[in-house]
């Protein structure tokens, strides 16, 4: 029998991103039970420093804030631009969750 | 007897057994509303009845150019179709952030559409329109006062010279305003950049709720239907009892279950336990989400914390040029390989033929991780068989940007790098002309907020009949 996996596109039920105002980034991972979250939220695959290093910015601007009543971990970062000024590449913010769909637990 | 009264003498009061139904018929008014499920939401006779009609998701270009973003036939039908409900139900109909952003253009546009209605329809209705502008010569001595500060490190500290850039700047109003409008009995209050939760939570507050409640209930169901499984944009209806509230979506197709309703909570806040609102903070850490079947959620426990400092959160937008792009393509192995090397020569190629324009000019390669807006988001991305380019510029003037994708366009189209095989041309061209004007471009300049010691000052209500 082989080994649960500890890929996360497997263990969450959304993995998304978008904007939460022009300013800010958030990452919304959810998962399907109490038992899934509890494996995310000690794993240091999704501390501040990991999530830093994944998306290549300083940790000063992430945040991680698990919330358990809806099984899922936010994560918000500072937008290097605001969204809609000239040199924005998502002004919705909708498409830069890619990083973490390789993340492993 | 005017709708507003008959409400004040027949609506529950907390406690009461039936509840108030606070009925969401939309979240983007002007999106096109589901039909049959705001008809479901009215055979419930709701005691009120919202929509929400603006956001900043869009970006700054509607609050800057005082546009809607959505379509004036859909807007307008989907106008008609609440007007025509609040009447048929005699509720009052409370609208905020009147046509995307709130400002008096939006709200004259919205209000132009509500008078073509009444005249098209034969209605006679009574408005309570509150402005939402703010007056910059009063912001600008909250600047120097210091009692202005940025929301985010994006963008910078307030300054004088921003406020005269904006070409408008609002603020969001929250439930004050609301109530000194419920208190002229209009049949519609017509709104101006507001806070989502003011809409629907003023009502209940009107009738002596707890506000902790009523704004965690206001918070949840202006999104109508999305905090639902599957989320959609289907009426939802909100039955507030005091201590606690139902929430049930009018698409039977949608179910509101504890875990979908507490997800929701995540949705575009930056902090999913605490809502900011002008007059106070609303607490969600201790909500309980219990469910009552497959497809109803009861929650209780939010709490408010009064504001001892009124704040105003401001929005401005500020024209910074006109854009151009050019369209293209490549499905040369050489070329995309060589692609920084050549958007940078192609770069200095336009530099020098037009040394003296100031121009703002972007390559991006769809494909090869134009989408990232960070630097890790474009690592490990696999070698791309073919790439998409977006050649974009800024300028002051709209055929100096035509004029510098152009040139670029035209430049890369030819470009020569070692070990180049098709002389032919770098690029792929979908149509003719590749270059497109694409109108002025916006930034927002102002998202902060401001102390404010007197919200009724900002937020002037005015009643028009039409």
């Not at chain 2, 102002?446 to 102390?451: D, G, I, L, N, R």
Request: hydrophobic share 50%; proline share 7%.
């Amino acid at each position: 029998m082989s080994a649960p996996s500890r890929r996360l596109v497997d263990l969450a039920q959304v993995i998304r991103s978008k904007n939460a105002g022009p300013l800010h980034l958030t990452l919304d991972i959810m998962f399907p039970d109490a038992a899934t979250y509890g494996i995310a939220v000690q794993s240091p695959a999704l501390s501040r420093a990991a999530i830093a290093a994944l998306y290549a910015v300083d940790p000063a601007t992430v945040e991680v804030i698990p919330f358990a009543a809806a099984n899922a971990i936010k994560v918000v970062m500072d937008r290097p631009v605001i969204a809609g000024s000239p040199g924005d590449t998502d002004v919705y913010g909708a498409q830069q969750h890619r990083p973490l769909l390789g993340v492993v637990l | 007897m005017s709708v507003i009264a008959r409400m004040l003498d027949t609506a529950p009061r907390p406690g009461g057994a039936a509840g108030l139904r606070v009925l969401s018929a939309s979240g983007q008014l002007g999106n096109g509303i589901p039909e049959p499920a705001l008809r479901a939401g009215l055979a419930r006779a709701p005691h009120v009845i919202g929509c929400d009609m603006g956001s900043v998701d869009p970006g700054p270009a509607y609050l800057g150019a005082g546009r809607m973003a959505t379509s004036e036939a859909v807007t307008l039908r989907d106008l008609r179709l609440v007007i025509h409900g609040a009447r048929q139900c005699r509720v009052p109909l409370l609208i905020g952030s009147a046509g995307t952003a709130g400002a008096a253009p939006h709200v004259a546009q919205v209000l132009d559409l509500v008078r073509r209605i009444a005249r098209e329809d034969g209605l006679s209705l009574t408005l309570a329109v509150i402005h939402a502008d703010i007056d910059a010569a009063w912001l600008k001595g909250m600047v120097a006062a210091q009692r202005v500060r940025a929301i985010g490190a994006a963008i910078p500290p307030l300054t004088a010279e921003e406020i005269d850039a904006s070409a408008h700047i609002v603020g969001q109003m929250g439930t004050e305003a609301f109530l000194r409008a419920l208190a002229l009995e209009p049949d519609i209050i017509l709104a101006g950049r507001a806070c989502d939760t003011a809409i629907f939570a003023a009502v209940p507050l009107l009738l002596g709720y707890p506000a902790g409640p009523a704004t965690h209930m206001a918070k949840i169901i202006e999104c109508t239907s999305l905090c639902c499984l599957p989320g959609g944009r289907d009426a939802m209806l909100g039955t507030l009892h005091g201590d606690s509230f139902e929430l049930e979506s009018m698409n039977p197709a949608r179910a509101a279950t504890p875990v979908s309703v507490a997800a929701h909570s995540l949705y575009e806040q930056a902090d999913p336990l605490a809502v900011q609102e002008p007059e106070g903070t609303l607490h969600v850490a201790s909500a309980r989400f219990e469910a009552i079947d497959a497809r109803r959620v009861r929650v209780s426990g939010a709490t408010w914390e009064a504001a001892r400092q009124p704040t105003i959160k401001l929005e401005g937008a500020a024209p910074c040029g006109e854009r151009a792009v050019a369209l293209a393509a490549t499905a040369d192995p050489a070329v995309i390989a060589n692609r920084d090397l050549i958007t940078e020569g192609v770069a200095r190629a336009v530099r020098e033929i037009l040394p003296d324009a100031a121009f703002d000019l972007r390559f991006r390669a769809y494909g090869a991780g134009a989408t990232g807006l960070y630097p890790g988001a474009a690592t490990a991305l696999p070698e791309p068989g073919e790439v998409f380019f977006l050649i974009e510029c800024v300028a002051a003037a709209a055929d100096i940007a035509k004029a510098v994708v152009g040139v670029a366009k035209q430049s890369m189209l030819h470009f020569g790098f070692p070990g180049r095989l098709s002389t032919g041309g770098n690029l792929a061209f979908p149509f003719t002309p590749p270059e497109i004007g694409a109108g002025p471009a916006y930034r927002f300049s102002v998202y902060h907020v401001t102390e404010c010691d007197d919200l009724e000052a900002h937020f002037p209500v005015e009643l028009v009949t039409v």
